[in-house]
């Protein structure tokens, strides 16, 4: 296909390029680039991070208040309800217990869909579609397949909202586009992307932190007696664990110089925040967790202008999370004689099933 593609892996090499306005990042369905294939601008998956320019900074000041640190706190108490409602149930249906069905796949969506919008209820459609992006977008026919799905579903559901709205965000931004420059595409964007890596992402690290704590005996002891460490322990779980390696990618829009190399125009750049979290040169050990780490500057929500918009919101799910868990499991531990399964296939790196005792 003729397309040059780069890997960034060093801490400061990462940071700058996120950062870089050079860059643009292409929808899934525009690369690599196919000779003499027409884009299908209709059947082009584009969420917030494939925006630039006015339309992103419009939607970027839109979401910035219903995700900004002071209204997620306000949002806790509901929360921790989520929290506690799924545990109770999990916890009734006794042990082993698999702790993904049960807890960290339903949590986020549940606190997401509270949120945004997008009905909770509709997840038994929506997921096996998202698995399939995921898991299965390998040829441009499934791309503009799943696409088009995603796409139906949520213009569909912004119509509805329009008739029918809520206290949420969706309803506001809608309400957005009659005062502001705010469109009818930017609001597909947001709710596209709240579909693909809202609740997703923040999903497969709660499985994933759960799963390396608990088997490391003595941290979730540790974190049990000194919850005081909570808030780094959990930028050290950020940093340490690699959910989606490699999944970003950029497309430079003029040469760019970078470690004495020169990125031509049209190349694609790939940072890679898992390796750059692992920068020997930032971090003192970076192969160990640990959960006194206090110089942490990891890049797990991004850098510069495309920085995740839901950072405050995935942290205190995953806060959460581990006290609710703590609190109701203080000897939570892996079940006896059961391992967890695990997709080798997908682009995630996080387990499908986690079965616990207590």
């Given amino acids: 296909m003729g397309a040059t593609a780069w890997y960034a892996t060093r801490h400061r090499d990462v940071r700058n390029l996120l950062a870089d306005p050079r860059l643009i990042r292409p929808a899934i369905n525009d690369w690599p680039p196919r000779p003499g294939q027409a884009t299908d601008h209709g059947s082009r998956l584009v969420t917030i991070a494939e925006l630039d320019g006015p339309r992103h900074t419009v939607l970027r000041r839109a979401l910035a208040e219903p995700f900004s640190a002071r209204t997620i706190r306000s949002h806790l108490p509901r929360i921790r309800r989520h929290a506690e409602h799924l545990l109770d149930t999990f916890q009734e249906i006794g042990r082993p217990g698999d702790l993904v069905a049960g807890f960290t796949e339903p949590f986020p969506l549940l606190v997401l869909c509270g949120l945004t919008g997008i009905p909770y209820e509709d997840r038994d459609w929506y997921l096996p579609v998202l698995d399939a992006a995921l898991d299965d977008m390998v040829t441009a026919q499934e791309?503009?397949?799943?696409?088009?799905?995603?796409?139906?579903?949520?213009?569909?559901?912004?119509?509805?909202?329009?008739?029918?709205?809520?206290?949420?965000?969706?309803?506001?931004?809608?309400?957005?586009?009659?005062?502001?420059?705010l469109t009818h595409d930017d609001v597909m964007a947001f709710g596209l992307s709240m579909l693909t890596v809202g609740f997703g992402i923040s999903s497969f690290y709660l499985a994933n932190t759960v799963h390396t704590l608990i088997n490391r005996p003595g941290q979730w002891t540790h974190l049990h007696t000194n919850r005081g460490l909570t808030p780094q322990a959990v930028e050290e779980i950020l940093r340490y664990m690699p959910v989606m390696n490699g999944t970003i990618l950029l497309l430079a829009t003029q040469d760019i110089q970078t470690g004495g190399h020169t990125i031509r125009k049209g190349d694609a750049v790939i940072p890679v925040p898992a390796s750059a979290n692992r920068d020997e040169n930032i971090f003192t050990h970076p192969g160990q967790l640990d959960l006194h780490r206090t110089h942490n500057p990891h890049l797990a929500f991004g850098h510069g202008t495309h920085n995740c918009i839901g950072a405050h919101l995935a942290r205190a799910q995953i806060t959460t999370a581990l006290h609710t868990l703590l609190d109701r499991f203080p000897r939570l531990r892996p079940a006896d004689d059961q391992q967890p399964l695990w997709h080798d296939q997908s682009v995630t790196k996080s387990p499908l099933t986690l079965p616990v005792t207590w």
């Fill in 143 to 181: 791309g503009r397949r799943v696409t088009g799905l995603l796409r139906t579903y949520m213009s569909e559901l912004i119509t509805h909202k329009r008739h029918h709205p809520g206290d949420d965000i969706l309803t506001q931004l809608i309400r957005d586009c009659d005062d502001t420059a």
